[in-house]
C-alpha cells in the first residue's frame, strides 16, 4: 500500500527531501526499542509505502518532483543521493529551462495545461510502480507564486486521472509578515481550488515551526532548513506505520485512507491541524524521561486551548459544561477561547503504548454537538518508537484550530480587493475577478462552516 | 401445489397388481395407464403395512439398479449432508425415524445453496423454521409440508418429496458440486448478491446512533456517514485493484511452466502450494474427495430414472393413503407466506415487495375503475342532456340558446310554424332539430339516408320559393357527428 508523493514548487522540494530522509533515518535508526519481529515488520511496512526496492539495493522514493526551475530540483536530488540510504529515481522530475516569475495566475492558466501531459505522465508511471495505489500525497506551499498556482492545478489533474484514490495536500501557511505582498491574494486561490479536488488539506504554519524551533529547540539561527525538518518530524510521525486497529496483527496497510474516513468524511470540513509532542533538540533527548499520562494531559489541553506548542499552554481554558445553557453572546466568547473539534486522531509511538488510557480524549464536551466521541475519536498505536523518542505523541485535528488564521488571511485579502490593488496581474493570464468572488465565497463558506461548530 | 411431476421413464411397465382394492387406474390425477406400477420383478405386490422390514433389492421394480442409483445419490452428497439408503427407505413408509435426519439432511443442503453458515449447532426448531422458509421460497408450496410439527416427530415422506422435488427443480447435485469445488484462487469478481449481505448482518459493530429527546438527527451526521461509506469504498476499490495486480504477476511470472500447455501458468492454488509444500496432503485430500463426489454423481445420471421410478411409487401410496383417510379439515387453508424468521431475510423483503405490488395494482385497478365509470356517465349524459334541452326548447321557442345562427328579417309567423313543422317531420326522419332564437331560422340536421334527405330537400324548396318574396329564408344546416348521422 504505497504512496506516491507529489513535491510541488521550492517549498514542497525541499519539505519533500527532509521527510523522506527523517522516515529513513527513523528506520534505519537503531533506537527502535521494540522487539526485533516488530522492528522488521515496522521496516517492511515503511519500505512498502514510501519507497520502492531498486537494483542497486538503494530504495528509491516513490515521488515525483516538479518545479518551474532546474536549481531545486537538482539539489534535492543531489543530496538525497549523497545520503546512501535512500535517493530520487533519476527520471521522476519535471523543471523548465527557466523560471516564470512569481504569479499565480500565470501558474495556474499557464504552465500548469502546458505541462500537464508531461507531469501527469510522470505520476502515470509511478502509480503504475505500485502493487495498491494508497493516495497521493503532495506538498506545497500556498502563497507561493508559480508552484502554489502550478500545484493547484495538478492537483486537480489528479483528481481527474484518479476519481477514487485519496489525495492529501499538505499545505504550508506562509508567515503573517511575509515577503510577498500578494501572498494573501495566492492562498485565498489555492485553498479554494484545493478544497474542490483535494480530499484533505494538512496545514503547516511557518509561524508557529518557527516558534518551536525558537522555544523548544533553542535554536538561534533559524534557517529554512531547520523549520522543514521540523515539519519532516512532525509528518513522520503520522505518515510512519501504525496500528490502527486495538488488537491489530499487522500494520495498517491504508493510512490515508484510514485518515480520510476518521478525520474528513463531511465534505465541508477538510482542514487539518497537526501537533507533536514531545519536541526537543535532540541533544536533550538523552536526559528527558516522558510518562503518557503527562503526553496526553498536555495534548489534550493544546487541542482544547488551540495551543501552539508544550510551552505557554493556556491551561484556564476548559471545555463547556454540558447541559448548561448559555446565552448566545456568551457562547462566541467562549468560542473564540476553547477549541471545539469535529473529529481527533491521536498517534501514540514508543513504549507501554497498550497501557495508555485515552478517556480524556473521548470526552463528549470536547466535540460539536452532532458528533459523538466514538465516531469522532480514533487512536492508532505503535510499540516501536520513532525517531529517537522514547515517547511520542501526535494529534491530528479536525477543528477550529485553523478558523482564526484563515480569517486572517481571508479578511486581508478581501481589503486588499476591494481596492483591487494587483488584481491585474492575475486578470492579464485569465483569472478573472468572479474567480476572486468565487474563491472568497468558498472560503467564507468554510469560515462559516467551522464558526458554528 | 403439487410437486412436479417426475419425468417419465422408458422402462416398460408392468400393468398394476389388482391387490389393491382402491386403486383403479384412474386413482391417481387421471394418469390413466401410466401410474408406476410396485410390482417386484416376481410380479408379486410387496406393499406391507408398517410392521415389516423389506429390503431393497427385488421390491421395486428395476431391481438391482435401484440401489446403485440410491447409493450414487448418497455418495455424491457433499460432506456436511449426509444421507444413508436407510433413511429414505424409511421416508418412503413414513417412518418416525427418518424424519429428524430429513430435518437435518435439508437444512444442511439448503444453506449451503444460500451460501450461509452451516452450523450443528442450530436449534432443531430454527433449522425446521429455516427448511420451510427455505423451501416456499424456492417455489414448494405443498401446505402439508409447510404444517408438519416443529419437534421433528412426523413426516418424512413429506420431507422424501420435498427433497426429490428439489433434486429435479434447482439440479440440486450440480449446484452443491459447483459451489463445494476445490478453488483454484484466480477467481475475481465482485458479488452482488444480496446472500452475502445476510452473512454480514451479525458481524455489524456499529451501535446505532442516539437520537435527541425530539428524535432527529442532524443532516451533516448524516453527511459524514455517506463521506465515511464513500471513502470505505474507495479502499475496497483499491484492494481489489491490488488483487487483480497481483494476480496478472503471478500469472506473467509463471507463464510458460504449466503442464497443460494451453492454460500455460500456474493458478494462485498452485503458487501457494510451492511456496508451502507441506500443505500437498491438504489439497490432495480435498481433490480425492471432490474427485469422489464427481464419480458418484455421474454414476447417479445414469441410474437416475430408476429413482424417479421409485418416487412414483411412493407419490402412488401417498395418494392412495391420502384417499382412504380423508383428512379431518378438509377445507383448504388460504395460502399465506409463512413468517419468515430472521433465518431467511431476503426472502422477508421479497414478500414485502410482492405485498406492496398487489396493494399498488388493486389502487390502481380502482381508481381505473372509477375513471372508466366518471367517463361512461358522462357520455352518456350528453344526449340526455340534449334531449332535455331540446324539450325545454319546444316549450319555450324563445329559448337562450345557440347564438349562431344568422337572422332572418319579417320571417313570417305562418313561416316559422311551417319550419316548425318541418322540424318535427325530419325529427320523426331521425333528424335533430337545433332550435335557434326567436326569428331566427331552425337549423335540422339530416340524416345520411338519401331518400329523405330529398324529401325534406324539396319540402323545403317549396317553402323556401313561397317566402323567397319575404327575404327568403336561410335554413342553416348544421352537422352534427352523430353516429350514422351525417351533414348536407
Redo the contacts between chains.
Keep these: 500500500?504505497s504512496l506516491v508523493t507529489v513535491q510541488l514548487g521550492q517549498c514542497g522540494n525541499q519539505i519533500g527531501r527532509e521527510v523522506f530522509n527523517a522516515i529513513c533515518s527513523d528506520v534505519h535508526g537503531t533506537h527502535g526499542l521494540c522487539s526485533k519481529k516488530e522492528n522488521e515488520s515496522y521496516h517492511d511496512a515503511c519500505k512498502e509505502r514510501f519507497f520502492i526496492e531498486a537494483e542497486s539495493g538503494v530504495p528509491v522514493a516513490r515521488a515525483v518532483l516538479v518545479d518551474m526551475e532546474p536549481k531545486v530540483i537538482s539539489q534535492t536530488l543531489s543530496i538525497a543521493a549523497k545520503s546512501g540510504y535512500w535517493k530520487y529515481d533519476d527520471h521522476s522530475h519535471f523543471c523548465q529551462k527557466q523560471g516564470s516569475g512569481n504569479n499565480w495566475a500565470n501558474g495556474y492558466t499557464v504552465h500548469g495545461p502546458r505541462h500537464k501531459e508531461a507531469i501527469m505522465n510522470l505520476v502515470q508511471k509511478e502509480a503504475e510502480k505500485c502493487?495498491?495505489?494508497?493516495g497521493f500525497f503532495t506538498i506545497m506551499s500556498m502563497a507561493g507564486g508559480t508552484g502554489s498556482g502550478l500545484g493547484a492545478f495538478v492537483t486537480q489533474c489528479l483528481r481527474d486521472a484518479f476519481p477514487?484514490?485519496?489525495i492529501l495536500n499538505h499545505v504550508i501557511w506562509p508567515y503573517g509578515t511575509g515577503e510577498v505582498i500578494v501572498q494573501n491574494y495566492n492562498s485565498v486561490l489555492t485553498l479554494s481550488h484545493l478544497y474542490q479536488s483535494s480530499d484533505a488539506l494538512l496545514v503547516h504554519e511557518n509561524d508557529v515551526i518557527h516558534k518551536i524551533c525558537a522555544q523548544l529547540m533553542h535554536m538561534k539561527q533559524i534557517s529554512f532548513k531547520d523549520v522543514n525538518q521540523v515539519i519532516a518530524h512532525q509528518l513522520g510521525s503520522v505518515f510512519q506505520p501504525t496500528y490502527t486497529a486495538e488488537d491489530g496483527l499487522h500494520y495498517s496497510r491504508?493510512p490515508l485512507?484510514d485518515l480520510?474516513?476518521t478525520l474528513?468524511?463531511?465534505?465541508?470540513f477538510k482542514m487539518l491541524g497537526l501537533r507533536n509532542i514531545p519536541q526537543m533538540p535532540e541533544n536533550s533527548l538523552a536526559y528527558s524521561t516522558f510518562s503518557w499520562p503527562g503526553l496526553i494531559k498536555h495534548l489534550r489541553q493544546m487541542l482544547i486551548a488551540n495551543a501552539k506548542m508544550e510551552e505557554g499552554i493556556d491551561w484556564q481554558v476548559q471545555p463547556p459544561r454540558p447541559g448548561s445553557s448559555v446565552p448566545s453572546s456568551h457562547s462566541t466568547n467562549k468560542l473564540l477561547h476553547f477549541n471545539t473539534s469535529i473529529a481527533n486522531l491521536v498517534i501514540l509511538r514508543g513504549k507501554d503504548t497498550h497501557s495508555t488510557d485515552l478517556g480524556s480524549f473521548r470526552d463528549p464536551s470536547l466535540y460539536t454537538?452532532?458528533?459523538?466521541p466514538?465516531?469522532a475519536f480514533s487512536a492508532w498505536k505503535t510499540p516501536r518508537a520513532f525517531n529517537k523518542y522514547e515517547k511520542s505523541a501526535s494529534l491530528v485535528s479536525n477543528s477550529q484550530f485553523l478558523l482564526k488564521p484563515l480569517d486572517n488571511v481571508v479578511r486581508k485579502a478581501w481589503n486588499m480587493f476591494a481596492s483591487k490593488a494587483y488584481v491585474h496581474q492575475y486578470t492579464k493570464y485569465g483569472i478573472e475577478e468572479e474567480d476572486f468572488l468565487d474563491s472568497f465565497t468558498a472560503l467564507e463558506q468554510v469560515i462559516s462552516s467551522y464558526t458554528t461548530l | 401445489m403439487c410437486p412436479a411431476r417426475f419425468t417419465r421413464t422408458t422402462s416398460p411397465r408392468p400393468p398394476r397388481a389388482p391387490h389393491d382394492p382402491s386403486a383403479p387406474g384412474g386413482l391417481l390425477r387421471g394418469c390413466g395407464g401410466r401410474c408406476g406400477g410396485s410390482r417386484g420383478r416376481d410380479g408379486a405386490m410387496v406393499r406391507k403395512g408398517p410392521g415389516s422390514a423389506e429390503g431393497w433389492v427385488g421390491a421395486m421394480p428395476g431391481g438391482r439398479a435401484l440401489p446403485g442409483a440410491v447409493g450414487a445419490l448418497c455418495r455424491a452428497m457433499p460432506p456436511p449432508a449426509r444421507l444413508v439408503p436407510e433413511t429414505l427407505r424409511r421416508a418412503k413408509l413414513d417412518r418416525p425415524q427418518a424424519t429428524l435426519d430429513f430435518w437435518r439432511l435439508l437444512y444442511a443442503l439448503l444453506k449451503q445453496i444460500h451460501g450461509g453458515k452451516w452450523s450443528e449447532a442450530d436449534v432443531l426448531d430454527t433449522q425446521i423454521r429455516f427448511v420451510k422458509s427455505a423451501l416456499w421460497y424456492q417455489g414448494y408450496g405443498r401446505p402439508e409440508l409447510h404444517r408438519l410439527p416443529s419437534d421433528g416427530s412426523a413426516g418424512s415422506r413429506e420431507l422424501l418429496l420435498a427433497f426429490s422435488w428439489l433434486l429435479h427443480r434447482i439440479s440440486l447435485l450440480e449446484q452443491l458440486l459447483a459451489r463445494n469445488r476445490v478453488r483454484t484462487g484466480d477467481e475475481t469478481s465482485v458479488c452482488m448478491c444480496e446472500d452475502d449481505l445476510s452473512q454480514s448482518e451479525q458481524g455489524t459493530t456499529e451501535?446505532a446512533?442516539?437520537y435527541g429527546p425530539e428524535d432527529r438527527v442532524?443532516v451533516?451526521?448524516l453527511?459524514?456517514?455517506?463521506?465515511?461509506l464513500?471513502?470505505?469504498w474507495?479502499?475496497l476499490?483499491?484492494?481489489h485493484?491490488?488483487q487483480c495486480?497481483?494476480l496478472h504477476q503471478i500469472h506473467l511470472l509463471t507463464s510458460g511452466s504449466h503442464v497443460d500447455q494451453i492454460l500455460g501458468h500456474f493458478s494462485v492454488t498452485e503458487m501457494d502450494l510451492i511456496r508451502q509444500p507441506e500443505n500437498y496432503k491438504q489439497l490432495v485430500q480435498l481433490l480425492e474427495l471432490e474427485t469422489m463426489q464427481l464419480e458418484a454423481f455421474l454414476e447417479w445420471k445414469q441410474l437416475e430414472p430408476v429413482y424417479w421410478q421409485w418416487m412414483e411409487t411412493v407419490l402412488d401410496n401417498m395418494a392412495e393413503e391420502g384417499n382412504m383417510c380423508k383428512p379431518q379439515d378438509a377445507h383448504i387453508e388460504k395460502s399465506s407466506l409463512p413468517k419468515v424468521t430472521s433465518c431467511c431475510p431476503w426472502a422477508d423483503s421479497l414478500t414485502g415487495q410482492i405485498n406492496k405490488l398487489s396493494r399498488d395494482l388493486m389502487a390502481l385497478r380502482d381508481q381505473l375503475h372509477e375513471l372508466v365509470t366518471h367517463r361512461k356517465s358522462a357520455w352518456e349524459e350528453k344526449p340526455a342532456e340534449r334531449r332535455r334541452l331540446i324539450s325545454l326548447q319546444r316549450q319555450f321557442p324563445a329559448g337562450p340558446c345557440e347564438p349562431v345562427l344568422p337572422r332572418v328579417r319579417g320571417l313570417g309567423k305562418e313561416a316559422t310554424s311551417e319550419v316548425l313543422e318541418l322540424g318535427d317531420e325530419a325529427k320523426s326522419l331521425g333528424a335533430h332539430v337545433k332550435d335557434g332564437r326567436e326569428g331566427s331560422p331552425r337549423a335540422l340536421v339530416v340524416p345520411s339516408n338519401e331518400a329523405v334527405k330529398c324529401q325534406i330537400k324539396n319540402r323545403m324548396g317549396d317553402k323556401c320559393d313561397k317566402n323567397a318574396s319575404k327575404g327568403g329564408i336561410v335554413i342553416f344546416i348544421c352537422v352534427f357527428m352523430r353516429s350514422g348521422c351525417r351533414g348536407m
Excluded: C, T
Excluded at chain 2, 223 to 228: D, I, K, P, V
Design positions: 500500500m502493487d495498491r495505489l494508497g477514487s484514490s485519496f491504508n485512507g480520510m474516513e474528513v468524511p463531511h465534505p465541508e454537538s452532532w458528533l459523538n466514538q465516531d | 451501535i446512533p442516539e442532524d451533516r451526521y453527511q459524514w456517514l455517506n463521506g465515511r464513500r471513502f470505505q474507495r479502499s476499490h483499491a484492494q485493484q491490488e495486480k497481483l
